[in-house]
């Protein structure tokens, strides 16, 4: 049950890294990064919680479970 759960952190994580990517080469974060120098909030957001929850995600299935013997 708990792989299950990592496996769907770090299949969502790696959907918002996907969708980050794409928020910060829209038009809106274009104009963002012109006045501001970095993309919109949504984006920088985005990418950000997709890297946290892959890594949590990928470190729950890289665990050992712990069984007794």
């Not at 759960?5 to 990517?21: N, T």
């Amino acid at each position: 049950m708990y792989k299950a759960f990592s496996l769907a952190l770090l299949v969502g994580g790696v959907a918002l890294v996907i969708f980050g990517i794409s928020a910060s080469q829209s038009l809106s974060s274009d104009i963002s990064r012109f006045f501001t120098g970095s993309p919109t909030d949504k984006a920088i957001w985005m990418l950000l919680g997709g890297a946290v929850l892959s890594i949590v995600g990928l470190a729950g299935l890289l665990r050992r479970s712990k069984t007794s013997a």
